[in-house]
């Protein structure tokens, strides 16, 4: 441990690092226990779950682009109960370790929201804040299809706040971002996480077919970075509440860009497949960038770019 | 995580390679139809891992044999690591093949680049002293890969078959798989295969017709080879299940055609 | 020439082929004259110019970024009147030579367009089309300030609408797009270019600073492909005006995603830099790859993805 | 556009190297001040070129050297180029130095990496017989370039400073050209620098004070180098004039600073 004080209180919770992990791309931890302390992390954020279990979309679920990845995996999930009991007694040690788990609730309509909402909070006491996921562009209802505009973003807010006392955090979709955000946050919500992936399309232009099984996907990687930084400081500049950076970290350098643009903690996504330890290599990374620029807590680095 | 070096990188067929690196643990512990997730540099812009499976493991050596086809850019830049160079990978990957207890026979199925993972298998049968009869197939002679190797294995080849007729029988290798299973699939107590997919689930339909335990080894697009993405599932008759972690091998009646 | 006819109807402009380049990545097509034939293209598109000279942006004006680049221009230009008179001469010989030019129209207003498009149709007769650009990410107002919603964006091309008997495109900026289509295609535009630059960010992380002079940038480059593949498909599912494609093309094959997806042209931009003579070995490597399809005519390939 | 070849690639002081190139046609043609504009492979995430002045062209060998600093990726994969590997460039682009006509005596500044452009005027004065005085700077004696070269060119050189004081006057090379415009600048009818941008602002000031025409080499972020793009722009009293096509030299008069 260095000299800088790398805690941040995130929509609530304290985390001990800025560090988390972007949902689907990170299993539910303990699929990363072999390759890294995962309780080095100040939080993780665990895969999309809904009330009932989902299969998900068909093969083939991804394709490689220049710069970045393409996943329609659809959120393919247990349903809560399942997740719960499988992955409960790790996330529950995980937690005491001092790690917290932000549980990422699915649905496809504002019903099914409160239902998962409803399981997670029951089932998942362990967890320190759940994460509603109304961005997914890998499915046909609910996701980015109730996220993207302030009204249907503020909908499935409205009707999630009153079932936990737990902070809400809410998962963005990469469109019209500063007056969703605002949206959210006179809904109640206590953090945004922005952003989620960016609908793409890879055509095989000798089949004349999608690359994936559906015409469009979710985008990931290194691509989507100097995009995600702008928007994570157009909602910084919008709303007061925390906000988590997303997209195309694979680097603490690239960490402390989302850190600067405002954004209190930052998750690691496609990076983790690249390299399974990306996440922890990146809190290294980050805590020696904030020694350099000598400051004694990273807090007084969040939102320290200057125009 | 191994770091590994690469011993030798050498063509073996008409756009097929092996590659041999020295990676001392894996050797000791990789199983016949797990596979690895190796790092290809040389591509900025391409990120993601290839999933490879291995044709053998030598422990005392600590080498390990991948065959791979050149198909795109990743297997194209892998195709110019030379002797010497280093990188990393993930593994052992998955599970393998689970030979049944008691198993008298085995008849192993393997189309083009899918032989690999099936003379792993071929070589722990021997190992075992269970004997095996194989048909392998390929778009051509010049991609044919693995006669020798199963040969000196100990099998008995029943058939080799190219898609052109330019070797062996013309056509399919399942058409012999399908006529042994048809006339003594009595004798079987296992059928193992990997290729293309539609080969995979001919196989699995005789074997299932003549009453024998078949197991296939499946592919998907992987981005992370251990369990955390979900992009590379396989729907079975339990619901969808990642290729990665309770595959690439799977028991062919549980899997969806 | 190989055997399948490249011509395309674009917006009522006969293109002898369907490529065509970006506005502010071909200056006025004389500077690649050293490089490559220019008449072999089926258009080119000019640098934005306004009814009056302005400077731009302060210096830096260009950053890179992984897979791309980012630049602040701020739409500098000589002004409708000098354009004229110094590309003038080399425009009006490509035109005779079979190469439409479209002239891009600039503005800070809705009156600024106006002028800009009167003076564009009175001194520049050898224009084939003008593109009326509301996407522009580096001005402050004009640009994707007034491109960004429906009513903005409609009522430029209201105004613009009874300057010029040309035909007049509109280069959108990528958000909200069908709608904005839709709003367009209502007041009349003939065709749309899809897409500008997506606005992104890069802070220096050593001097907090942005890597060039403004906190935000508009990115080019092969990582806004798959982005902007997608959103052409949108457009083109949206409005029955044709569509020209926009967006990290690099190669033959990327021209034909554009294709594929509805385009009916497609514009070369930041690859011209990479290689100036990027756009004609494009248009040779669509040729090949159309001939490969064993059609008779580019056109039956234009939207023949298959979802 | 040039293919060329890289003849060698040597380091010559703390992080800047010498790269020779085998490109004949340019090394006929390009004019002191003018630049390439440098394909360098190797990272496919980065695709723009490098623009890079030379510091001498042998026309009969059909060589260019230029000289540049490893201040990020790019150079720092210039730097790896071997002796043998191919590239291409753009160029000779821009506007070089304009020498003005009956120029009794020139005084050249230069700066860290800006020394290489002023390398090439003074052997271009050399060869017109016309006598000049030189300044030259560095953060450090250890990346200092250009004081043998100078030398052999034949000036006297009347100063170096390094911003540590660790090899030559201790501070900026701009003092010593400051005090000489001064002190004798009637003696001068053309001064030339190139360097970081406030030292050129610097000497600029001092010409204008001294009455001596001045011209200064600039650097922009440049995306294409000919003209196409508008990122190189420099503010001038009479607008914005691109750096790659009327610059990288300019008239100090001209520039906005
Ligand atoms: C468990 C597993 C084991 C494998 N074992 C072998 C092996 O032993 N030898 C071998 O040659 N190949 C094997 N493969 C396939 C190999 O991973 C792909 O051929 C390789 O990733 C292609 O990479 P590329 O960049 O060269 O091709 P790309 O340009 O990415 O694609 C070329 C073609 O290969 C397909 N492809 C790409 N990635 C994958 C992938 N992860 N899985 C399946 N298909 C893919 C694409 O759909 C495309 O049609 C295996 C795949 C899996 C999942
Ligand atoms: C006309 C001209 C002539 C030049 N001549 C020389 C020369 O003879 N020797 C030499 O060493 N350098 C020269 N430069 C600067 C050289 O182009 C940059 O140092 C180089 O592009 C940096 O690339 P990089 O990828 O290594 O660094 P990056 O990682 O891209 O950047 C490192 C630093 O260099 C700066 N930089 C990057 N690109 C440029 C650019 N195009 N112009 C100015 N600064 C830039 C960045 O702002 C950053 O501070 C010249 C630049 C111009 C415009
Ligand atoms: C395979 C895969 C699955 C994902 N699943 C989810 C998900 O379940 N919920 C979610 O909000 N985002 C999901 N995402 C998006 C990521 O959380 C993240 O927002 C996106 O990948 C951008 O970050 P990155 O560039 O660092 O990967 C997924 C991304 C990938 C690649
Ligand atoms: C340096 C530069 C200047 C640009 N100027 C303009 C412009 O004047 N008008 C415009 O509509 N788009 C402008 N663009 C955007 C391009 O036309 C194009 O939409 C964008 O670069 C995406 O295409 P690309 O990835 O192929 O470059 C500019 C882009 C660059 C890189
Ligand atoms: S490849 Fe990631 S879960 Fe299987
Ligand atoms: S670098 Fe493109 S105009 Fe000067």
């Given at each position: 441990m260095g000299k800088v004080s790398m805690a941040v209180d995130f929509a609530g919770i304290k985390l001990k690092n800025p560090i988390n992990t972007a949902a689907g791309t990170f299993g539910q931890g303990w699929q990363f226990m072999n390759f890294m302390d995962v309780s080095e992390l100040g939080a993780i954020t665990t895969k999309g779950c809904a009330a009932e279990p989902w299969?998900?979309?068909?093969?083939?679920?991804?394709?490689?682009?220049?710069?970045?990845?393409?996943?329609?995996?659809?959120?393919?999930?247990?349903?809560?109960r399942a997740f719960a009991e499988e992955s409960g007694p790790y996330l529950a040690d995980l937690t005491d370790k001092g790690t917290a788990v932000i549980c990422q609730v699915a649905g496809h309509s504002v019903e099914e929201y409160v239902a998962a909402l409803e399981?997670?909070?029951?089932?998942?006491?362990?967890?320190?804040?759940?994460?509603?996921?109304?961005?997914c562009p890998n499915i046909s209802a609910g996701g980015a299809a109730m996220g993207s505009t302030p009204e249907g973003a503020a909908e499935v807010m409205?009707?999630?706040?009153?079932?936990?006392?737990?902070?809400?955090?809410?998962?963005?979709?990469?469109?019209?971002?500063?007056?969703i955000a605002r949206a959210l946050e006179a809904e109640g919500a206590d953090g945004l996480t922005v952003i989620n992936s960016i609908p793409g399309m890879a055509i095989d232009v000798h089949t004349r077919r999608s690359k994936i099984s559906r015409p469009t996907g979710g985008l990931s990687g290194p691509l989507l970075h100097p995009i995600a930084v702008r928007m994570v400081w157009e909602v910084c500049q919008a709303v007061d509440i925390p906000v988590?950076?997303?997209?195309?970290v694979m680097t603490g350098e690239d960490a402390a860009e989302f850190i600067l643009a405002g954004a209190t903690s930052v998750a690691v996504g496609m990076a983790s497949f690249v390299d399974p330890a990306a996440s922890v290599r990146i809190l290294h990374e980050l805590e020696e960038w904030a020694e350099s620029q000598g400051v004694s807590s990273i807090n007084e680095l969040i939102g320290a770019f200057e125009c | 995580m191994h770091d590994v070096t690469v011993v030798s990188n050498e063509p073996i067929a008409d756009g097929v390679y092996a590659l041999v690196i020295n990676a001392p643990k894996l050797a000791q512990t990789i199983k016949p139809g797990q596979f690895v997730n190796i790092a290809v540099p040389g591509n900025a812009m391409s990120l993601l891992r290839i999933p490879l499976s291995y044709a053998s493991a030598d422990a005392e050596a600590g080498t390990v044999e991948i065959w791979y086809a050149v198909v795109?850019?990743?297997?194209?830049?892998?195709?110019?690591?030379?002797?010497?160079?280093?990188?990393?990978?993930?593994?052992?990957?998955?599970?393998?093949?689970?030979?049944p207890e008691g198993c008298r026979r085995a008849l192993l199925v393997a189309g083009g680049i899918g032989v690999p993972p099936v003379l792993c298998l071929a070589r722990e049968l021997a190992a075992r002293g269970i004997p095996y009869t194989v048909s392998i197939g390929a778009a051509s002679k010049g991609c044919l890969v693995g006669e020798d190797e199963f040969e000196a294995a100990g099998a008995p080849v029943i058939s080799v078959a190219t898609d052109d007729?330019?070797?062996?029988?013309?056509?399919?290798?399942?058409?012999?798989?399908?006529?042994?299973?048809?006339?003594?699939?009595?004798?079987?107590?296992?059928?193992?295969?990997?290729?293309?997919e539609p080969m995979m689930a001919k196989v699995a339909a005789a074997a299932a017709k003549a009453g024998v335990p078949c197991e296939v080894?499946?592919?998907?697009?992987m981005s992370c080879g251990f369990g955390a993405c979900s992009t590379c599932a396989v729907e079975t008759t339990s619901g969808m299940k990642g290729a990665c972690m309770c595959g690439p091998v799977f028991n062919a009646e549980e899997v969806v055609w």
């Open positions: 299969p998900g979309n068909p093969k083939p679920r991804m394709t490689e682009v220049p710069g970045g990845m393409m996943n329609s995996v659809g959120l393919q999930n247990p349903g809560v399981l997670f909070d029951e089932l998942c006491p362990w967890a320190a804040a759940f994460e509603i996921n109304v961005s409205r009707a999630c706040r009153p079932v936990t006392k737990k902070p809400l955090l809410v998962k963005m979709a990469p469109v019209r971002l500063p007056e988590c950076g997303v997209g195309g | 795109g850019d990743g297997t194209e830049r892998l195709s110019q690591m030379k002797p010497g160079a280093k990188t990393d990978l993930l593994g052992p990957g998955g599970n393998g093949w689970t030979i007729g330019s070797y062996g029988y013309h056509g399919f290798c399942t058409a012999a798989a399908e006529q042994v299973l048809e006339l003594e699939g009595g004798e079987f107590d296992y059928v193992a295969a990997c290729g293309p080894s499946l592919e998907r697009m």
